[in-house]
């Protein structure tokens, strides 16, 4: 489901790029460091910009390095990271694990990774239990209306919005804690309605659950997505960020959608 979350790199100039790869790197980097290989391949972007946000409200400091990888073995890569980017690989991990969980359900595919993460679960869900209790009980609910076969999409996003704005809290005590809830419930609603929408041809064809009805029009969809969107970036914008803030705002308001376009482009 996830992976929604990215900048339109053409929108970017030329150092934008380069810092918004640096921080994916980063990302990446503490990933290996705590989780090894099963870490980095839980990678995705759509962390990066939770790692982005945070660090900025929190006004980390930012720490530079490079080194090579297995992905770039080559030429040494500029990575950045912050006291933030541990918690957001901690977060990439709980929702790669429940994304293994999901694709497991669907395609009887990964129990042999899924043996891999377990222990490695059971220590962020000890460490983080607010935000660990609301994934597993959001995602409770969303398995209870799939067997139902639910046609309340809204529903079905706003339980994704749940966890994913739990997510977006990395400590409760914040003064921001209910933008930054607003923030990462809209877009956990836009990812769930944009990915039911993606799929909803290959999920017909394969008798998988879509929560969208087969005769949904595109001007409906997009109607559902602009209000996800809108709640999203209302939130962002009150938010005192200065770091960084062109490409955060290029994710929210460009690069979320760029899946929705190809897609109206090719159906």
């Known amino acids: 489901m996830f992976g929604y979350v990215t900048a339109d790199i053409k929108g970017l100039s030329k150092e934008e790029r380069a810092t918004y790869k640096a921080h ?3 990302l990446c980097h503490v ?9 980095t391949s839980s990678l995705s972007y759509d962390m990066t910009f939770l790692e982005m946000l945070l660090s900025d409200l929190n006004d980390r400091k930012e720490t530079e390095g490079s080194e090579r990888c297995s992905v770039h073995p080559i030429k040494e890569h500029t990575y950045i990271y912050t006291d933030s980017t541990g918690y957001a690989a901690d977060m990439q991990m709980l929702l790669g694990y429940y994304s293994l969980l999901d694709n497991i359900h669907d395609e009887g595919k990964g129990e042999k990774e899924e043996e891999k993460y377990r222990a490695i679960i059971t220590d962020i869900n000890n460490k983080y239990p607010r935000q660990s209790d609301v994934l597993k009980s959001s995602l409770k609910e969303i398995n209870a209306k799939e067997r139902e076969n ?4 809204e529903a079905l996003a706003l339980l994704t919005g749940t966890f994913l704005g739990e997510i977006f809290v990395d400590d409760e005590s914040s003064f921001f804690r209910d ?9 956990g609603r836009f990812i769930y309605l944009l990915d039911a929408w993606c799929d909803r041809k290959k999920d017909r064809k394969k008798g998988r659950f879509n929560p969208l009805s087969d005769d949904i029009k595109r001007e409906e969809m997009k109607e559902m997505l602009l209000d996800a969107a809108a709640a999203a970036s209302s939130a962002f914008e009150r938010l005192p960020l200065d770091q960084h803030v062109s490409i955060m ?3 929210l308001y460009s690069g979320i959608w760029m899946r929705f376009e190809v897609r109206e482009k090719n159906d």
């Open 24 to 26: 994916y790197c980063g």
């Open 31 to 39: 990933l290996k460091e705590r989780y090894g290989s099963i870490g």
């Open 249 to 251: 705002r290029n994710i």
């Open 150 to 153: 639910s046609k309340d999409a």
């Open 179 to 187: 933008d930054l809830r607003t923030l990462g419930c809209g877009l």
